[in-house]
């Protein structure tokens, strides 16, 4: 493992704890009595205080040093002073373990007392410190200049993503948005119980993926020795909770898509479903509207949210609008009644990628995704969904050709669908026997299995039933003002990180990178050879196989080469 300048010091560090009987990972329970907002909220001259946290930043002035602790709910100054740290003759570990031993970064336990600075700063007085948790690694470190620019701010997306961890110490605001978002689920929680509806659980790991059109993940039982498919929904398994006898049950699950990913797009997503029997797509409407208003309440205080340029206010009542009337409104085309030929032809007209796999529903959702999605910026319902694109959803009861189904666009997102349930069990096998033939056809987003056992529990009879689906992952990016789906995600997937090579250095590669870490500032690469003392042939050698292992990197600025550690 190739350790950094600081790694290296850290460890040694560590070695001198050991040596002086010092734990730097104690198995013992420290007994916390504060947190630094519990201190804030009822502070008090000279009470004594227990908290711990992570050493963020500190000002040594010989024997008095001011210092910042983090704890899970904030920031607080503590005052360290080395006499009442240590009271007797032995200044040990003030002098040698705070001053010398201790980092940035660092989670250290703190008893003491409160008091105010002469600038009326709540503070800790530090009787006694324990460290809890020597950190090896350091943590970013952002700097602010005189004109309140931010410098070296720990802010790569990448970087933020993959380390988690590290983004949640260092952006502290960060956590808010996941705070937010547990709000959210417990405000759902409490809407749905206080109705009387049944949290569930059903399978992930599901011998046919249905309940959605979507390209599964594939896995594999040993002892079965069957394929298995994570879910790409759960709607199946809950409607037979319905046909066994739930007026309503709902489910928080974690879904799988074998697809893209992008800015609103995760191959592992979080979807809330809910069935109510004895309901329609009308009065689940109400209900969604109702549903949204308190959540938004409950999250951001309010019903209105900031999202880009956008004002979004989720109090109810919300336009309700056709996919019909909304084709039309934008495209000036009609789809009522038109031939699968005539909605390729007129898709392709207007500048829409298509080809030979698609049906009419999968035609009617492009031209709708391109050419209206994006015009709904307040809650809005598109209802009415052609059959061709909705085999889960009972037929309209007055308008022919059309489902009894709606979804809800915010922003030109889809946050929600929800259906009139089809419980007819044999218009529910033709509907699925129309997905398998456009699956052969070519379309790899169709079903590809005939449930038969979702069948056979519809045979035994369901309710008639409205459900609704919500991606709650899009709901909190809307509530916090997110446009990509993973910073809402504590852990978005991504790519492997690449990783240095592991490779042994002699000491001419040794000497050179010596040379380098002595400042930070790039040095000539004359001097650097010059400095090295070595030999033409060696110098050749270790530079190169330094550069090639992307360690050192020579720049050329005007006329002058330089060397730098990369």
């Known amino acids: 493992m190739q350790l950094s300048e600081q790694e290296i010091i850290r460890r040694e560090k560590l070695n001198k704890l050991v040596e002086m009987g010092i734990n730097a990972f104690p198995a013992d329970e420290y007994v916390i009595t504060d947190t630094t907002q519990s201190i804030k909220q009822d502070f008090s001259e000279n009470k004594k205080v227990k908290i711990a946290g992570r050493l963020m930043s500190r000002r040594i002035q010989g024997k008095a040093s001011f210092a910042e602790l983090q704890d899970s709910t904030g920031k607080i100054q503590v005052y360290f002073n080395r006499d009442e740290i240590c009271t007797g003759e032995d200044k040990t570990l003030y002098n040698e373990v705070y001053k010398h031993l201790l980092d940035i970064g660092d989670i250290i336990g703190v008893e003491g007392e409160l008091f105010k600075t002469q600038v009326g700063e709540m503070t800790v007085m530090v009787k006694n410190f324990t460290l809890l948790t020597k950190a090896l690694r350091p943590l970013p470190h952002a700097k602010t200049d005189e004109n309140g620019v931010v410098h070296d701010g720990f802010t790569d997306p990448e970087l933020r993503y993959r380390q988690r961890y590290v983004d949640l110490t260092v952006n502290p605001h960060i956590k808010e948005i996941f705070v937010k978002r547990t709000k959210l689920f417990n405000a759902m929680r409490t809407f749905f119980n206080d109705a009387g509806y049944f949290e569930v659980e059903t399978p992930i790991l599901q011998s046919i993926p249905g309940g959605a059109a979507a390209r599964p993940f594939i896995t594999h039982h040993n002892a079965l020795d069957i394929p298995l498919y994570l879910r790409i929904a759960n709607e199946l398994y809950l409607k037979r909770l319905i046909v066994g006898g739930f007026d309503g049950v709902y489910e928080f699950s974690k879904n799988f898509r074998n697809e893209g990913m992008d800015r609103t797009h995760n191959p592992e997503f979080t979807a809330m479903e809910i069935y109510v029997a004895y309901k329609d797509y009308n009065w689940m409407m109400d209900f969604t509207e109702k549903l949204l208003e308190f959540c938004a309440i409950q999250v951001n205080g309010t019903t209105k949210a900031k999202f880009g340029d956008h004002e979004i206010d989720f109090k109810a009542p919300y336009q309700r609008i056709s996919m019909t009337e909304a084709i039309q409104k934008f495209t000036g085309f009609d789809i009522t009644g038109k031939s699968e030929q005539e909605l390729f032809d007129f898709a392709k007209s207007i500048g829409i990628e298509v080809n030979e796999t698609m049906g009419k529903g999968k035609l009617i959702d492009e031209i709708f995704g391109e ?101 709650m992952d899009r709901l909190i990016m809307f509530l916090t003002n997110n446009a990509s789906i993973q910073e809402v995600l504590f852990f978005p997937q991504m790519r492997p990180e690449k990783t240095t090579p592991q490779i042994e250095l002699g000491e001419d590669e040794k000497v050179i990178l010596e040379i380098l870490n002595s400042q930070e500032e790039p040095f000539a690469l004359a001097e650097v050879k010059e400095r090295s003392q070595l030999s033409g042939k060696k110098w050749d050698k270790a530079s190169k196989t330094l550069t090639k292992h992307n360690l050192v990197k020579v720049e050329k600025i005007e006329e002058n080469l330089l060397m730098k550690l990369v």
């Open 371 to 471: 050419k209206c999605e994006g015009n709904f910026i307040q809650p809005t319902f598109i209802t009415d969904y052609p059959i061709e694109m909705s085999p889960l959803t009972k037929k309209h009861r007055s308008k022919e050709g059309l489902t009894e189904r709606f979804e809800l666009m915010v922003c030109g997102k889809e946050i929600a669908n929800a259906y009139s349930e089809l419980n007819d069990p044999i218009d529910q096998r033709e509907r699925f026997e129309e997905q398998l033939k456009l699956s052969e056809k070519g379309d790899d987003e169709a079903g590809q299995f005939i449930d038969e056992d979702f069948l056979r529990a519809l045979e035994y009879g369901m309710p008639p039933t409205s459900g609704l689906g919500i991606g």
